[in-house]
């Protein structure tokens, strides 16, 4: 859906984080001049580093989406 987005002016915008332990969300939102897509970014801590391991856009869930692929 993001290639929809080409040649359109863009901006990212940070809007909350929450921290739990090792685990982290990221909220934003990519804008452009037609609309505005919600995009959380979920990230682990491991050895000092912040990895993402999942993005959320639009509600649904990147590594969801692949287990549901996989499983069929």
């Not at 990221?26 to 959380?40: C, I």
Request: glycine share 6%; aromatic share 12%; charged share 30%.
């Amino acid at each position: 859906r993001i290639d929809d987005y080409t040649g359109r002016k863009q901006a990212v915008s940070y809007l909350s984080e929450r921290i739990e332990g090792p685990y982290a969300e990221v909220r934003t939102e990519l804008r452009s001049d037609k609309t505005t897509l919600p995009m959380d970014y979920r990230l682990l801590l491991k050895d000092g580093r912040w990895s993402a391991y999942d993005i959320i856009i639009e509600g649904v869930s990147l590594v969801s989406n692949y287990r549901s692929q996989f499983q069929k």
